[in-house]
């Protein structure tokens, strides 16, 4: 089995007793951090695929009365460093995306530029640029795990959203609709 790495968003923060009640629960692979992000746990779990490895912390997490996942998370401030990094692509191939000199035009522009010069890049913004284009940059290694990423992120924050629904009637129905998915 391969080992994923990812961070899930927790809707609220936890008490010491809720940490070993995860520990117990199967989350003996995570780290839980609290911060200005909210409470997020770090997960390093071993599955079959990177959906399996979020789907088992999820219903981990679901265990704990009271605690939810509602999300992934992601850095989403990012430098053509770090571009490279999470693509696998050197940073002059990212420049050159960035300028328009290579790929199919249209790279989200930076979301800002420090005194000292450097941009700065809205990871989502570009992560949707990478999924949309991802045939015209022959294939991009790790732009099956962002749409995994992302996929995940969306459907967190469904249940999420479903679960705080007080009327049960629309509930219902939107859980309907999720299972025609």
Not at 37 to 62: K, M
Request: charged content about 30%; proline content about 4%.
């Amino acid at each position: 089995m391969t080992s994923y790495e990812f961070t899930l968003r927790l809707n609220r923060e936890v008490t010491d007793a809720e940490i070993e009640a995860l520990y117990e629960a199967g989350c003996d692979d995570a780290g839980i951090e609290t911060g200005p992000l909210g409470t997020l746990i770090e997960f390093d779990r071993e599955a079959p695929s990177l959906a399996q490895a979020i789907s088992s912390a999820a219903r981990d997490i679901d265990k704990v009365p009271g605690l939810r996942a509602v999300g992934v998370a992601c850095d989403n401030m990012v430098t053509l460093l770090d571009i490279a990094r999470r693509t696998g692509r050197t940073r002059e191939a990212v420049r050159l995306w960035a300028s328009g000199e290579r790929g199919p035009g249209g790279f989200p522009s930076p979301e800002l530029i420090t005194t000292g010069g450097e941009k700065v890049w809205d990871w989502e913004q570009v992560a949707h640029w990478l999924r949309k284009h991802r045939e015209e940059i022959d294939h991009t290694p790790g732009l099956a795990a962002l749409h995994v990423l992302a996929t995940a992120d969306r459907v967190l924050a469904a249940r999420a959203a479903l679960r705080s629904e007080p009327d049960n009637a629309v509930r219902e129905e939107f859980e309907r609709l999720l299972q025609d998915a």
